[in-house]
């Protein structure tokens, strides 16, 4: 097995990567699967932490006639059932994590403390952070790039269900055309939606680099790890 690049790593996994082929839940076969990949990566050494969406359980945004704030709320709490599964799916695996929320839930998770977050990442301990940012009106990406600033990770890793930033959506148009690299600026001035913009402006003040790639094959975490250059690097660049 190859070294990592990395010592400590931020992955932001969309919620509808778990979903799989089924388009709404857990499939448990691709949290294996994706599970199987994070363990590999912390047997590298690697010091983890996991920001993950809701997209699979609810996508307040498309809901109608419903107040923002409360739909909010209701993803937030999405992220929470999406963090649990991996953490029972990571713990099959003989790997500690601890579940933090920006919510406090402490029944069945800890309260969102930067100082303990950073020490089980010390101690070894994968940290997933759920319920966002704690607050309606940002993303799961933007608390992937918040968190990353705040634990210090040297890259935010997007495994998306889309393989990389596109100059527009290959969803709707064939021949869009993926980005291997490119600069925060050229994200926030074309409005690329691969990444949330106040995540890319969040990682363009902390020097963040983003790599935006598919979790389609979960191999492809590996790849990201070990330097393979895959999906789209957004960074500074000169």
Same mark, same amino acid.
């Given at each position: 097995?190859?070294?990592?690049? =990395?010592?400590?790593?931020?992955?932001?996994?969309?919620?509808?990567?778990?979903?799989?082929?089924?388009?709404? +839940?857990?499939?448990?076969?691709?949290?294996?699967?994706?599970? +199987?990949?994070?363990?590999?990566?912390?047997?590298?050494?690697?010091?983890?932490?996991?920001?993950?969406?809701?997209?699979?359980?609810?996508? +307040?945004?498309?809901?109608?006639?419903?107040?923002?704030?409360?739909?909010?709320?209701?993803?937030?709490?999405?992220?929470?059932?999406?963090?649990? @599964?991996? $953490?029972?799916?990571?713990?099959?695996?003989?790997?500690?994590?601890?579940? $933090?929320?920006?919510?406090?839930?402490? $029944?069945? @998770?800890?309260?969102?403390?930067?100082?303990?977050?950073?020490?089980?990442?010390?101690?070894?301990?994968?940290?997933?952070?759920?319920? +966002?940012?704690?607050?309606?009106?940002?993303?799961?990406?933007? @608390?992937?790039?918040?968190?990353?600033?705040?634990?210090?990770?040297?890259?935010?890793?997007?495994?998306?269900?889309?393989?990389?930033? =596109?100059?527009?959506?290959?969803?709707?148009?064939?021949?869009?055309?993926?980005? *291997?690299?490119?600069? =925060?600026?050229?994200?926030?001035? *074309? $409005?690329?939606?691969?990444?949330?913009?106040?995540?890319?402006?969040?990682?363009?003040?902390?020097?963040?680099?983003? @790599?935006?790639?598919?979790?389609?094959?979960?191999?492809?975490?590996?790849?990201?790890?070990?330097?393979?250059?895959?999906?789209?690097?957004?960074?500074?660049? *000169?």
């Amino acid at each position: 097995m190859k070294n990592s690049i =990395y010592k400590r790593v931020m992955f932001k996994i969309s919620g509808e990567a778990l979903a799989g082929s089924k388009g709404m +839940g857990i499939d448990t076969g691709i949290l294996g699967e994706i599970s +199987g990949k994070l363990k590999q990566v912390h047997d590298m050494g690697v010091e983890i932490g996991i920001v993950i969406g809701g997209g699979n359980f609810w996508r +307040g945004r498309s809901s109608t006639g419903m107040d923002r704030t409360t739909a909010d709320h209701m993803g937030m709490l999405a992220t929470v059932l999406n963090s649990l @599964a991996m $953490q029972d799916a990571l713990e099959a695996r003989g790997i500690p994590v601890r579940v $933090q929320t920006a919510i406090e839930m402490r $029944q069945i @998770a800890e309260p969102y403390i930067r100082r303990r977050a950073v020490r089980h990442l010390e101690k070894g301990r994968i940290v997933i952070f759920g319920c +966002g940012t704690g607050n309606p009106f940002f993303s799961t990406d933007t @608390a992937a790039a918040l968190r990353a600033a705040e634990i210090e990770a040297e890259v935010l890793l997007c495994a998306k269900n889309v393989d990389g930033v =596109y100059d527009k959506d290959p969803g709707k148009y064939p021949d869009a055309v993926k980005y *291997d690299m490119i600069s =925060y600026g050229d994200v926030l001035k *074309d $409005q690329l939606a691969a990444l949330d913009l106040s995540a890319t402006s969040l990682c363009m003040e902390n020097n963040i680099p983003v @790599a935006v790639f598919g979790i389609d094959p979960p191999e492809n975490i590996i790849k990201i790890i070990n330097g393979e250059h895959i999906g789209t690097i957004i960074t500074k660049i *000169d």
